[in-house]
């Protein structure tokens, strides 16, 4: 059976707070970024995009605009298949 991944561009709190769980996940918790030095002053300017299967969160993207221009896809995060602990975390309790 196949399994379908849905992307979508974050345009609520919820999403947001997803996109942050997911971003905290690969970044802070897996690869041991500081969490001061994977959030910064463009935390709430920039668009994000978040990646669900099954309505349970697995990516995160952002892109910044500046001006006229953006900066494609930065903070490209994903949690790894099939970790259950994660799923957990991001299910809620």
Avoid at 10 to 17: A, C, G, P, Q, S
Avoid at 50 to 60: S, V
Avoid at 65 to 74: L, R, T
């Amino acid at each position: 059976m196949m399994k379908w991944h849905m992307f979508k561009i974050v345009t609520n709190l919820d999403d947001l707070v997803k996109a942050f769980i997911v971003r905290g996940i690969v970044f802070v918790k897996e690869q041991g970024i500081p969490y001061n030095v994977e959030h910064d002053l463009y935390e709430y300017s920039s668009i994000y995009i978040l990646g669900e299967d099954g309505g349970i969160p697995f990516a995160a993207g952002r892109i910044r605009v500046h001006g006229e221009y953006a900066k494609p896809v930065q903070h490209l995060s994903g949690k790894k298949q099939g970790d259950k602990q994660n799923e957990k975390t991001l299910d809620g309790p």
